[in-house]
């Protein structure tokens, strides 16, 4: 069986994209395109997640820990492709709930606004208008911000598990076949756990760094110079982690079923 990902391995997970000169130079490549991806949204960042998906492929399959050559890029693309479409379909119910939401509480707000500044006084309607539908959106907000995060929460957990088994299967419908990849994540659920602390926390972390930039006020035209290499290292440590975890996964999904 594979070793786990442990605290004596983190050091190699942190460091493989830049112990190589070429893994340094491809490095630089998909933080070029994940910065492009700031003025130019989802054409660059989907040979991205194709190069994402290659390499939870990679390492599922037990490969060497390093970055792949940027080649083949109409199948980068291809595979970016339904690693997006794979990602949407799960994170949006969260989504719809969320924004709704949001977008009610603005119509809300944008008609009582019109209401106050169109009538020529002071109205019962009015009056009965600002008491009833102001509360009720403001209720309508909170609710549907709570269940919508809710909702991209679940969809966020088993979503590295079903991209890992689309890179397996390299089959789009392989992502939603929940029987097929149920059994591993029981088979290793403790790996899967601890796969999701090291990619919280580092989100956590990188989170935390953005909002610093933000509100320093002169640096935020610095945040997609940070925010492109750090979130493309982030989407690299996390690929490897829960390609490893589905690795291990399965053989002790095999394990068990051979006793």
């Known amino acids: 069986m594979e070793e786990a990902v442990t605290v004596h391995s983190l050091k190699d997970l942190f460091r493989f994209p830049f112990r190589e000169p070429e893994g340094r130079s491809r490095f630089v490549i998909g933080s070029v395109l994940v910065l492009v991806s700031y003025v130019l949204p989802t054409l660059p960042l989907l040979p991205v997640y194709g190069y994402l998906l290659r390499i939870l492929r990679e390492r599922i399959r037990g490969e060497p820990l390093a970055l792949p050559a940027w080649e083949d890029w109409g199948q980068l693309t291809l595979d970016g492709l339904k690693a997006m479409l794979v990602s949407l379909v799960y994170l949006l119910p969260g989504g719809v709930v969320f924004f709704g939401g949001l977008g009610l509480y603005t119509a809300a707000v944008s008609a009582l606004v019109y209401l106050e500044n169109t009538a020529e006084g002071p109205t019962v ?102 925010g492109a290499p750090t979130g493309f290292y982030l989407s690299l440590v996390g690929a490897v982690v829960f390609g490893q975890v589905y690795r291990e996964s399965t053989a002790l999904l095999s394990e068990g079923q051979r006793r």
């Open 125 to 226: 309607a009015l009056g009965v208008a600002l008491s009833l539908l102001f509360p009720l959106a403001i209720i309508v907000l909170f609710l549907s911000l709570a269940v919508g995060m809710l909702l991209m929460v679940a969809g966020a957990i088993p979503l590295p598990l079903a991209l890992a088994h689309l890179a397996q299967e390299e089959r789009l419908a392989a992502a939603f076949h929940v029987r097929e990849w149920w059994g591993l994540l029981r088979a290793n659920a403790m790996g899967y756990f601890v796969g999701w602390v090291i990619a919280a926390g580092l989100l956590a972390m990188w989170y935390v760094a953005f909002l610093l930039l933000y509100y320093t006020g002169c640096l935020c035209a610095l945040i997609p110079f940070v």
